[in-house]
T-cell receptor
Framework: ETGVTQTPRHLVMGMTNKKSLKCEQH?????MYWYKQSAKKPLELMFVYSLEERVENNSVPSRFSPECPNSSHLFLHLHTLQPEDSALYLCASSQDGTSGSSNNEQFFGPGTRLTVL | AQTVTQSQPEMSVQEAETVTLSCTYDTSESDYYLFWYKQPPSRQMILVIRQEAYKQQNATENRFSVNFQKAAKSFSLKISDSQLGDAAMYFC???????????FGTGTRLKVLA
């Protein structure tokens, strides 16, 4: 275990549904990330939060909405998704690299396997 | 923009043998880090080894070592005495110091043959 948990592990949803993915880290890190992992493609960085402030948003469609209520929790709210959004969604955390005090290692959760019908 | 390229989608190695996974990257930055992550089937991605760009000495972690060629922008991973548990997807990643940007390659699937 890496100290990062994600729920649910599997999710099947219709295009009109609304669902949320949850990530929790128990490592005392202050930066959290959402990635999308699709087959044969590089991990796509979606969102980054540092100290609960969003610092990166890589042109992600508005049907994905992140929320970071505190430094230990990160959510990804989903609505009106498309079949091409089916993928493994990974959460990661790290000690904020901009502080100069970390080793810049990211710790990953197990992922949520999302299928959009 | 920084890019990471892993040109080997899949590799195989006999148990107890040595295998090298390739990674090249492109950047104009001077202060950065490079990583190899391992993602076993249906399990969490974990760090295998990291290299600071300012260090000339290649990083080693037990059976894992890297060949870091900064001028050539090459960062290969050597796995010695391969074990069945080494079977996984291996991702090369780049990180620019002072940012939040981690750039990953497409991965190399390593099969270990008994």
């Amino acid at each position: 275990e890496t100290g990062v948990t994600q729920t649910p592990r599997h999710l099947v949803m219709g295009m009109t549904n609304k669902k949320s993915l949850k990530c929790e880290q128990h490592l005392g890190h202050n930066a959290m990330y959402w990635y999308k992992q699709s087959a044969k493609k590089p991990l796509e960085l979606m969102f980054v939060y540092s100290l609960e402030e969003r610092v990166e948003n890589n042109s992600v469609p508005s049907r994905f909405s992140p929320e970071c209520p505190n430094s230990s929790h990160l959510f990804l709210h989903l609505h009106t998704l498309q079949p091409e959004d089916s993928a493994l969604y990974l959460c990661a955390s790290s000690q904020d690299g901009t502080s100069g005090s970390s080793n810049n290692e990211q710790f990953f959760g197990p992922g949520t396997r999302l299928t959009v019908l | 923009a920084q890019t990471v390229t892993q040109s080997q989608p899949e590799m195989s190695v006999q148990e107890a043998e040595t295998v090298t996974l390739s990674c090249t990257y492109d950047t104009s930055e001077s202060d950065y880090y490079l990583f190899w992550y391992k993602q076993p089937p249906s399990r969490q991605m974990i760090l295998v080894i990291r290299q600071e760009a300012y260090k000339q000495q290649n990083a080693t972690e037990n059976r894992f070592s890297v060949n870091f060629q900064k001028a050539a922008k090459s960062f290969s991973l050597k796995i010695s005495d391969s074990q069945l548990g080494d079977a996984a997807m291996y991702f090369c990643a780049y990180y620019t110091s002072g940012t939040y940007k981690y750039i990953f390659g497409t991965g190399t699937r390593l099969k270990v043959l008994a």
